[in-house]
């Protein structure tokens, strides 16, 4: 289990890293501003290297084991904001074995806003990746271990900084998880020194999983879910609605809250979708839910979602998925 020590922030312009690790810990001496040299006179000479290494890249995860010259090894784990400047934790212990766990090239997160219905302000977003280029490395078609940790590093980091913004302290982010993720015990302790470290307090970090990823392995989605949500994160049960949806398994697992399909909403203007769409709103809140509406491609649904009893929209007529830097003038400009 992965504790959190103090945090770190590499400023490139000036090739500055600022070192804050808490009082309480032995590693309060490393707290302070470095020089990449004066720092690595501190550290054993191939994690002097790698270090090099991961902030000339200047771009995605910065993640790896540092050791320092008395043999004490920690893990630094954080991303690059943009080319400028890059932040995260100082953990004692590792969150991962991969040595590299960057998902191929030019992984960019993206982040789709949550409408609150009641309120008509953003409350949240999903995360998603992209890949700028659609080569061989698409989307579609990518596999990587890494992934879902990726995300979750470059969400929680995101979240933090939008939390800071008046009127935002309550945002969360939603990260999807894939059927494999559910086997990875890592992501338990990643979510558990993310939510820690960036105080993601209140259910600020959630997970979306599909229905058929759940089903693959009921048991291993139930213990996950319980997991996470020890953790403090919660779970989302996303394209709900459309694929087999077993009422049985819905009693089982600790959802926190369901994302309605965008299939289903498209046809809200038939009477018995908006007849299944009430009741199913009407379930979730019995069973202390919320719900989300999925797809919203036109602002005219929002008023017929709020009276079906939905509490958060989502949909290209609300926020397309947008780069960081796009969230927080967006955000700015709410204010
Ligand atoms: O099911 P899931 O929550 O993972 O869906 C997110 C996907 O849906 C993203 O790939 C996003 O680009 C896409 N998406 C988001 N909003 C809309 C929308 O309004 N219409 C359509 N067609 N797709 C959307
Ligand atoms: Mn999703």
């Known amino acids: 289990m992965s504790t959190t020590l103090g945090d770190w922030r590499w400023d490139n312009q000036v090739a500055r ?30 994690s002097r290297r790698q270090i090099d290494r991961l902030f000339k890249k200047a771009e995605g995860i910065v993640s790896c084991a540092v050791v320092l010259a008395d043999g004490t090894t920690l893990h630094m784990v954080g991303a690059f904001d943009d080319a ?4 995260g934790l100082f953990l004692l212990d590792a969150i991962s074995d991969d040595a590299d766990p960057e998902p191929g090239p030019s992984l960019v ?8 219905l009641k309120t008509g302000r953003i409350s949240g977003f ?49 990260v999807n998880l894939t059927a494999r993720d559910l086997m990875d015990p890592k992501l338990v302790d990643l979510a558990i020194v ?17 229905e058929q990823a759940a089903l693959r392995d009921i048991d291993q989605a139930l213990s996950m879910a319980q997991r996470l949500k020890k953790a403090g994160a919660a779970f989302v049960l996303d394209d709900f ?5 077993s009422f049985l398994w819905l ?24 007849t299944i769409l009430e009741a199913i709103t009407l379930m979730a809140q019995r069973l202390g839910m919320t719900t989300t509406a999925e797809g919203v491609e036109s602002r005219d649904l929002l008023p017929i979602l709020q009276d079906i009893g939905f509490d958060y929209a989502q949909g290209f007529a609300l926020g397309r998925p ?3 830097k796009r969230i927080d003038a967006l955000l700015a400009a709410t204010v």
């Open 17 to 46: 890293l600022s070192i804050d690790m808490s009082s309480s810990t032995k590693f309060e001496s490393l707290s302070g501003v470095w020089g990449l040299q004066e720092f690595g006179v501190l550290l054993n000479g191939l």
């Open 251 to 274: 009693a089982q697992l600790p959802a926190d809250s369901l994302k309605v399909d965008f299939d289903l909403i498209s046809k809200i203007e038939d009477e018995k979708v908006r």
């Open 84 to 87: 400028s400047s890059a932040q």
């Open 241 to 245: 609605g459309t694929g087999h949806s």
């Open 194 to 210: 993310l939510i820690d470290g960036y105080s993601l307090t209140g259910a600020g970090l959630r997970f979306e999983l599909t």
């Open 109 to 116: 997160p993206v982040f789709q806003p949550i409408l609150s």
């Open 322 to 324: 947008m780069s960081a």
């Open 126 to 174: 999903e995360a998603l990746a992209r890949w700028p280029s659609a080569d061989s490395n698409s989307p579609h078609r990518y596999r990587d271990d890494a992934l879902a940790s990726n995300m979750m590093i470059h969400a929680s980091q995101a979240l933090a900084r939008w939390r800071e913004i008046d009127g935002f302290e309550s945002a969360f982010i939603q």
